[in-house]
């Protein structure tokens, strides 16, 4: 009898507390068990992809991997040509309708600019280069108002969308875009950081 190959799988977003990166490894659990009572069974196993985007990149092209998920703008840029989309979840969160979600831009609760145009030289926090959501959508959110020329004074590249939360709220940077999935556990999961910001776009 042939030896099944042994399959990974790493659901990684939203992973913003310790109870829901539980979540995300019992639902690969559930998939495991349904593939190896299939006809032809699989082996799958769930697993760390590793912290930061370069670990994420690097996880997404192995060989291996059978299940993961990605944000949007890493799936359109590079790296489609080595997985296939098999689905996009629903969130029945505010800011999201069907397959879709939006970014809420944030500022700092008690001292930040009122509106996105009054964010003219500010320090933008974002989560990393490759986020539709925290880099991608900002981006597009102030192209009318930038006018050919440098919208923000600065960019603070943060690693997570809490950090970008926290970065605002501390006082590190000024604004960020955060996607409505992410925000909405974050008030479940993490009330202080959230406190701290205010939504003005």
Known sequence: MAERKQWVAALPMY???????????????????G?????????????DPGEGP???????????VLLSQTCGYPLMHGLARHVRLIGTPQFVLPGCERETYRSAIVVRAWDGPATLSACRGARAACNGPDSHSGMNALRHA???????HRFFGAVVQTGSHLASLAAVGDGHAD????????????AEHWPALVAGVRQIA
């Open 35 to 47: 593939l190896a009572r299939a006809d032809s069974p699989l082996a799958l196993t769930a697993v």
């Open 142 to 148: 102030v192209a009318p108002l930038a006018r050919a």
């Open 15 to 33: 992973n913003v507390s310790a109870s829901l990166r539980s979540d995300w490894t019992t639902l690969v659990g559930l998939v495991a068990d």
């Open 54 to 64: 370069d670990a994420l990149h690097a996880f997404w092209r192995r060989d291996d």
């Open 175 to 186: 604004v960020a875009a955060i996607d409505c999935v992410t925000l909405a556990y974050a």
